[in-house]
């Protein structure tokens, strides 16, 4: 099945025209086997005093732990994947995809992927970035994830303008998969490097998180 347009993309790319920090990330990792555990140690210097308590993580699927348009775990990565399986365990590890648990999957894809990785996929119809309210839903409503805000949930992924930017709208931390499984040398993703470069030189950064789902 073809994959549909973006709309969500396409519409909150206007808010980082108005906050272009938006979509900056709080830690940064070359590739997903160099995630630290904990999390907090991929944390730009200027985050690591801050206070975080990170009881979830989100993953992204293509060219963050797996080749894109594959449903497993690229092999040099299995050990990292296994760490967090073992630190995030049940529910508190969600993958979060733009192509499986959508309505551009049938299911199978899906199924195929959760069978392959033992993690639970995210059903949503809503693509990133704007499925944010989806997550902390799966969250709150698991009872073994501990999750009561947002500011308890990380988000890894390589794209800026969906998993970055999703997170920061959410109120979550972030790490970026800069360079991912396959070295992308399409023209976005070198618009998005190129960006994020230009935006952290002039001092731009996210916030801390906090969020409007706190109380």
Known sequence: MPSSINTSAIYNVFKVIRDPALCL???IVSSFDQLPLPISRAFLPRYTNSKCDIKAVVLD??????IPKTDEVYAPYQETFEALRKAYPGSRLLIVSNSAGTNDDSGDQ???LEQNTGVKVLEHSTKKPGCGPDIMNHFFNAADS???K???VAIIGDRLFTDM???NMMGSWSVWVRDGVVKDEG????????LAFQLTR???EPQVPSSQFEG
């Open 187 to 194: 023209l976005f993703a070198r618009i998005e490097k190129r």
């Open 202 to 204: 002039r001092g731009f």
């Open 110 to 112: 899906a199924r195929r």
């Open 146 to 148: 501990g999750v009561t």
């Open 25 to 27: 990330p709080h830690g």
């Open 61 to 66: 699927k293509d060219n963050c732990f797996a």
């Open 165 to 167: 930017l999703m997170a």
């Open 150 to 152: 947002p500011s308890q």
